[in-house]
């Protein structure tokens, strides 16, 4: 089914370090943003005139004000150590997709116009003039990198290239080189509130869809609700869980599990999408704009909590930033963090005993687990750190008979990219996505001729996306990935009755 | 011989004015530079305490280098270490009277010169074995291997072939705190090595040896992991 223009990898046993070869994934780039996607984000349409200089002073700009960025450009001393961590390098043998080759793209134009250094002494120190050459690599290798944080866990300094590619993609936006693929997302959150570009009237049709086929499965109305005031939760998540499989299973799961809560909850049309591509594009504006939309929907609705379902860079924006970006909280219940993480309501209800679960509604699957980069190693569940390992891996347990983690040295704070995040998620980076999968997909090939593995449980919708096109190029089956609520949602026993009482007042029936 | 005593006086305190106004106009910049974001690189500590203790392995066992890459982490904790008792057993020609736990580590700082000199020369070799590793080195990473190099087995030469008289050394060190000129020894292998240090000290805040102050500010590292119950704000990002 999937036709490739590229060789797809052999898939090995343990992912090999590949030869160097320079320029292997140098044709590779994603469709230039148009004006109309560029100047709702406040970029310029297209390449302005002087855009040499815009840049350079840009730079300048953002290292006074990411210490990341500052620290980051100066302190690399060209170890090794992360050269055979990304993905992208293993799955492609490009030196630029080493994360240092990747940040020495910025780093040599860092050390000609900032650095004495490189001012001086250009050739000594690998100091680079800002060509149209230069930015024309910076265009396809900065969108050749997930934002997956793996090389800041083996750097000795901790050094990002996440930051180095937001910062660089920030930088060509702002002289009018955009990124198609995620800057028309942007505009279209703007415009519409998700994504996917789906209105409001689509939304409550399709949650009275699910609601309808819930009932059809099981007997028992769940509600599936939408912008209803004075809710006491607030759901946000990734629009793909309105519109397909194996998204969708998921959010049928968390209804099942508010249902069994017996809390009221909502989504908002206003806020229907939890990812946050600011972010991608590293630009604080954009993704602080993004965010309001959740603050906004929260007073309008009175709730008393958010949560977030499952969405990998959106629980880090939701995690680590949506206190600063769209805080503080205090109109809501301080008895619970904002905002929490699906599998952290779930796993409470388990620990206190509210949830019945038939394991065996799992049985035809043997599941392993993917712990998705951004969850991994840019957030956390739960009190401890590391909770974003344990908690969803109980949450697979508590419903599944039958799981296997996969190779050590690719999961946890090792865990390998799906290969489609970070703004990576279009057509026109499909031989990247294939290439870039090749590790995780030879860790899970492992298991499934080790193990009988059947199925791979994800937490964010990117990386569902992602399988769901990219393993049939290895030979798998795209329904191999699946929701980890899904699983959730399958085992659940629910509790029939007391909730069509509850909500008898709505209109759907 | 006037001369030379004038021109190595002058070396050092030019050397020393340049690594100390170099260092704290760069730690200035990092300490006054924000960080708008919450990204410490997870699981990450939730306490100030634990922070501290993660920053300590990463500086003094090189955690993360250990997790990344064996051969990278046994060559460059062996030189760094090296590194460090030899700096504590020269500590002896700037200080008087020399402390007790200086006069202890005098033996190890011996081995010390050589750990630094093997580690560097395992460093080095990844630099051409390598071939991911040759590919990210520029010439000014062979030269600071080659003056680290130089330094450690110019040092070591003159501990065991070619001596020269330490103890005008030191009061030639001794002097220049006061301004009060002592003669060096003309020593060429001595002068070498002087050299050769000063270059070091000059060359450091403007070359990736800022690696040392710069681990400190990485905020990957250095943030404690509490976003949602600690509101996060710098001045730019309100």
Redesign the interface.
């Not at chain 2, 690189?41 to 939730?46: E, G, H, K, L, W």
């Not at chain 2, 500010?217 to 590292?221: D, E, H, L, N, V």
């Given at each position: 089914m999937a036709k490739a223009t590229f060789v797809v990898p052999d898939l090995t046993q343990y992912t090999e370090v590949p030869a160097v070869t320079p320029g292997a994934m140098a044709h590779s780039s994603p469709f230039v943003s148009k004006p109309e996607f560029q100047e709702p984000l406040g970029f310029p349409g297209e390449l302005v005139d002087d855009w040499q200089a815009k840049a350079i002073d840009k730079m300048g700009e953002l290292l006074g004000k990411y210490r990341s960025l500052r620290v980051y450009m100066d302190a690399c001393v060209k170890c090794g150590a992360c050269t055979d961590k990304c993905h992208y390098f293993l799955g492609t043998g490009d030196p630029k997709n080493m994360p240092v080759g990747r940040q020495d793209l910025m780093r040599k134009v860092y050390r000609r116009y900032f650095t004495l250094s490189g001012k001086l002494f250009p050739k000594l120190v690998g100091a680079e003039d800002f060509t149209k050459e230069v930015l024309d690599d910076w265009y396809s290798y900065f969108h050749q990198c997930s934002q997956c944080r793996r090389c800041s866990v083996f750097c000795p300094y901790g050094i990002d290239t996440a930051e180095i590619s937001m910062a660089a993609r920030e930088i060509m936006d702002s002289i009018g080189v955009g990124q198609k693929y995620c800057n028309e997302i942007i505009a279209k959150v703007y415009r519409v509130g998700n994504n996917l570009g789906l209105p409001g009237p689509a939304l409550k049709d399709t949650l009275e869809g699910l609601e309808e086929d819930v009932y059809d499965d099981t007997g028992v109305r769940v509600r599936y609700p939408i912008d209803q005031e004075g809710a006491d939760i607030l759901l946000v998540t990734p629009s793909a869980d309105f519109f397909a499989e194996p998204h969708v299973d998921g959010l049928i799961g968390y209804g099942k599990v508010f249902h069994e809560a017996g809390v009221s909850w909502t989504v908002s049309s206003h806020a229907s999408e939890a990812a946050n591509f600011g972010m991608f594009i590293g630009s604080y504006d954009n993704m602080k704009r993004v965010s309001q939309r959740i603050r906004e929907a929260a007073i309008k609705l009175k709730v008393k909590r958010i949560v977030f379902g499952e969405c990998g860079h959106a629980w880090r924006v939701a995690y680590s930033f949506l206190n600063t970006l769209a805080g503080p909280w205090d109109f809501l219940d301080p008895r619970y963090p904002v905002p929490q993480h699906i599998c952290e309501f779930t796993y409470e209800l388990i620990q206190q005993g509210k949830l019945t679960f038939d394991k065996s509604a799992n049985d035809d699957k043997v599941l392993t687990f993917h712990d998705s980069c951004n969850v991994a190693r840019a957030s956390r569940m739960g009190d401890m750190p590391g909770g974003q390992f344990e908690i969803p891996r109980a949450l697979i347990r508590a419903s599944c008979n039958h799981f296997y983690d996969m190779d050590e040295d690719t999961i946890r704070d090792r865990t390998f990219c799906c290969g489609g995040g970070g703004g990576l998620l279009t057509d026109d980076l499909m031989e990247l996505r294939v290439k870039g999968a090749k590790p995780r997909v030879d860790a899970l090939n492992n298991v499934i001729q080790e193990k009988g593995v059947t199925h791979m449980a994800a937490i964010c919708a990117i990386c569902k996306t992602q399988f769901s096109k990219v393993l049939p190029y290895y030979g798998l089956e795209m329904d191999q990935v699946i929701s980890l609520h899904q699983l959730v949602g399958d085992a659940i026993v629910l509790t029939p009755g007391s909730d069509d009482e509850a909500d008898d007042e709505d209109d759907d029936d | 011989m006037a001369f030379l005593t004038n021109f190595y006086a002058f070396l050092f305190y030019f050397a020393a004015l340049v690594l100390v106004t170099g260092l704290v106009f760069?730690i200035v910049?990092?300490v006054r530079?924000?960080?708008?974001?919450?990204?410490p690189?997870?699981?990450?500590?939730?306490t100030g305490r634990g922070v501290v203790l993660r920053m300590a392995r990463?500086v003094v066992l090189?955690e993360?280098?250990f997790?990344?890459?064996k051969w990278?982490w046994i060559f460059?904790w062996m030189f760094h270490f090296g590194l460090l008792l030899v700096t504590l057993r020269h500590l002896r020609y700037f200080i008087e009277p020399v402390w007790f736990p200086i006069g202890l580590v005098q033996p190890f700082g011996i081995y010390g010169g050589m750990a630094m000199v093997v580690g560097l020369g395992g460093?080095w070799s990844?630099r051409f074995l390598?071939?991911?590793?040759?590919?990210?080195?520029?010439?000014?990473?062979h030269?600071i291997l080659a003056l680290l190099v130089l330094i450690g087995t110019t040092g070591l030469l003159m501990k065991f072939a070619l001596h020269t008289d330490i103890v005008e050394i030191k009061s030639f060190f001794q002097g220049l705190y006061t301004y009060n000129l002592q003669p060096l020894p003309p020593d060429p292998m001595l002068l070498l090595h002087l050299l050769l240090v000063a270059t070091l000290l000059i060359?450091f805040p403007?070359?990736?040896l800022?690696?040392a102050p710069?681990?400190f500010?990485?905020?990957?590292?250095n943030q404690i992991?509490n976003?949602?119950?600690?509101?996060?704000?710098t001045p730019?990002?309100k």
């Open positions: - | 760069k910049r990092y530079t924000p960080a708008p974001l919450k990204i690189t997870t699981p990450a500590p939730v990463e090189f993360s280098l997790r990344a890459n990278t460059g460093l990844r390598v071939d991911r590793v040759r590919y990210i080195t520029s010439p000014s990473d030269l060359v403007y070359s990736k800022l690696h710069g681990i500010f990485s905020p990957t590292r992991d976003p949602r119950e600690v509101r996060h704000i730019w990002a």
